[in-house]
T-cell receptor
Framework: GAVVSQHPSWVICKSGTSVKIECRSLDFQATTMFWYRQFPKQSLMLMATSNEGSKATYEQGVEKDKFLINHASLTLSTLTVTSAHPEDSSFYIC???????????FGPGTRLTVT | GQNIDQPTEMTATEGAIVQINCTYQTSGFNGLFWYQQHAGEAPTFLSYNVLDGLEEKGRFSSFLSRSKGYSYLLLKELQMKDSASYLCAVRDPINFNKFYFGSGTKLNVKP
């Protein structure tokens, strides 16, 4: 149980375009989902917290107009990187949490390359 | 804020025991996690400590001392597949669902 999927697993896009990444909890309802970014050889940096039906809470330094988060249902959250630039190239990982547990369940990650 | 420190890299031999340390300075404490992450993959849960002491789970054990702001992950009978990064994470004292990760320790297991 507690499986989280992400789509796509990797994507290459041109500078200036937008990319949408999906995060789904497959066998449980996620009250909260989190989006992390990880640069090579670095740890996960929390970008934002996403609660179903409400606006995401962004960490300091993360541009909410650039990284649009939509948590439309208890099993789906999306991250849209708008007007992508090469410096946005990174590994984006989502995680999901459900009430009554202390653990976060991570998706397999999406590798974004902006050319 | 949260400050979490781990060694950057360690090397150990197959079959040996290795201890990976983590120290943290946080505004409060609400639990510490260890995750394993293979290159290019998502982290997988290893252990959770909220009280002082040792939690054992097969070849992996994790220890916590809240008064010292210190934890370690102990890996016994090392296998080549244990080569990975090990991430220490602490939970936000107010928002239980938020985790803050250390920079991770890259463990290289050699034959």
């Amino acid at each position: 149980g507690a499986v989280v999927s992400q789509h796509p697993s990797w994507v290459i896009c041109k500078s200036g375009t937008s990319v949408k990444i999906e995060c789904r909890s497959l066998d449980f309802q996620a009250t909260t989902m989190f989006w992390y970014r990880q640069f090579p050889k670095q740890s996960l940096m929390l970008m934002a917290t996403s609660n179903e039906g409400s606006k995401a809470t962004y960490e300091q330094g993360v541009e909410k107009d650039k990284f649009l988060i939509n948590h439309a249902s208890l099993t789906l959250s999306t991250l849209t990187v708008t007007s992508a630039h090469p410096e946005d190239s990174s590994f984006y990982i989502c995680s999901a949490h459900t009430s009554g547990t202390y653990e976060q369940y991570f998706g397999p990650g999406t590798r974004l390359t902006v050319t | 804020g949260q400050n979490i420190d781990q060694p950057t890299e360690m090397t150990a031999t197959e079959g040996a025991i290795v201890q990976i340390n983590c120290t943290y300075q946080t505004s409060g404490f609400n639990g510490l996690f260890w995750y394993q992450q293979h290159a290019g993959e998502a982290p997988t849960f290893l252990s959770y400590n909220v009280l002082d002491g040792l939690e054992e789970k097969g070849r992996f054990s994790s220890f916590l001392s809240r008064s010292k702001g210190y934890s370690y992950l102990l890996l016994k009978e090392l296998q080549m597949k244990d080569s990975a990064s090990y991430l220490c994470a602490v939970r936000d004292p107010i928002n239980f669902n938020k985790f803050y990760f250390g920079s991770g320790t890259k463990l290289n297991v050699k034959p």
